[in-house]
Structure formats: C-alpha cells, structure tokens
C-alpha cells in the first residue's frame, strides 16, 4: 500500500470533505475518493461513509485510524532522516501545545533556542489537551506540552510550572469587589466551558471543593471562552499562564480554595533519538528556571 493512499484517508478524515482533502494535496476529489476506495479493497473493509455532506468513518475506520497515522508518522520520520542524510541538516522538531503554551512560551523559546542551533527546524501543531495526547501516542511529536500527571504511558514527563487556576468574570459582576472568588458560587452562575476531554483543569478545582457547576455553553476555543465572559454570559475557571496580558473587559481574580495546573512535557519513547529535539528539552527547561527565577518575577 502506498503512502499516499495513506494519506488521502487521513486528510479527508480530517478535513470530513473528498473536496477540502484533495485541494490540501493537490489533486483531484477523483483521485483522492479512487486512493481511498483502493485502501479499502486491500484492507477488506469500508473505511468511510460518503454522502453530500461530507465523509465520516465507518467503526471499521474508526478502528484502524490511529495505526494509519502511526504509519504516516514513521514515513515522515524516515523521509526526515533522509533530509538530514543528504543536506546535514539539524532535525525537525515536531511540537504539539495547547493556546497559553504556544502565545506565551513558545516564540521566546524557540527565539532563544536558535541562537545556540541555528539549524535547528519546527514544525508546531496547536491543539487542546486531547489532541496533544493523541500525537504523544501515535508519535507524530517530538515533545508535548500537557498537564501533568495526564500523558500516555508510552512517554516520559517532564515537570516545568505550577499555574495557578483563576475565576474570569464580567467586569459587572456583584462579586468582583472580594479579595478571592468563592468557588461556590459556581453553582448559581451559568459556566462557560471547554470542551469535556479537555476541561480537566476546570473539573479538578470544582471537585476539590465539591461544586458542580452548571455548563449552559461549551466551545473548543480558549479566547472564546473569554469573549463569552465579556459578553455577561456567563463565567469560567482557566490558567493565569493562558489569561496573560488580557485586556478585554473581565475580571480575573483569585479562588478562595487555591487551585492549579502543573504544565510539563512529555516525550514519546520512541522519538527520544531526536538529537535536537533533546537539546530543545534542556533549553526549554533553562528557559522557564530562569523566566520564573525570583528576580524576574
């Protein structure tokens, strides 16, 4: 089976349209259904669902998916080796991060970094918490920023910064003149949430203190959530790190019970041979030491 055929399943899994799939690889609708159909007749199943509206899988295709992008990711690797072998150049560094990670930490790291590497290349997937787990696992990154203690087995953690966990609220709000916000209080607001498999950190301070919020809307997009607040629709729990810098019209405050993430890395097994990927992991771990050194505070 050939690798593009590999391909144009992926895309138009990802994309949930032949159309979209086959203008992001340069073909034709045509070709990427007749690629697909092909995978289909050698595997012996049916991958996809196709209609008007687009393509979902099949739970045939749901349960072949994941070892079809791990074979994509091997390609790539070996298709980067080959690069270096032929150029000398550095490795790709592959790295997946969630909003607060990439806005804040990533362009003074990566800045920093190729003063000492300049060979050093990147490729920089966002996503949430969920999709950062789900690259971990396939090993199509080379680091992974998450929350810790949540990573897939398959990889090693590292620990970098506690970040504290705020209330954002209406600038309106009758609460916003106390000194921290009752976290009980969550359960005569409506709430604003992230998407469940990626609300984690939310969940973790309301059932420290046994508060079940009310979830009237949820979206997938962190700033989203923040123009929701603005809006008066609601409020919400999220990281300091994330909520840096604002200057939209909310308030952030403090929860009276103190709750927290623990951002960290994470490093699939199998990539570790990443030479450059390695130094990247030690000055990342430099970086934030010296970010968040007393003195800098």
Known sequence: MSDAKYAMFIKAVDKKSLALAAQELCCTPSAVSHGISALET???????KRSRGGVELTAEGEHVIGAVRGVLAAMERVQQAAE??????????RIGAFTSVA????????KSFEQVCPQAQFKLLNGDYHDINTWLEEGSIDIGFVTMPDYPKNCRGIALKEDRLLAVLPKEHPLVGNSSFPVAAVENESFISIMENSANDARRALDMAGVKAHVKYTTKDDYAVIAMVEQGLGISIMPELLLGGLTHNVKLMPLDNRASRIIGAAVPEKNSDNATAQKFIAHMQRWIAARYAPHAE
Not at 42 to 48: A, I, P, S, T, Y
């Open 84 to 93: 270096e072998a032929r150029q000398g150049l550095g490795r790709i560094v």
């Open 42 to 48: 050698e595997l012996g199943l049916r991958l996809m």
């Open 103 to 110: 806005v804040h930490w990533l362009p003074g790291m990566i």
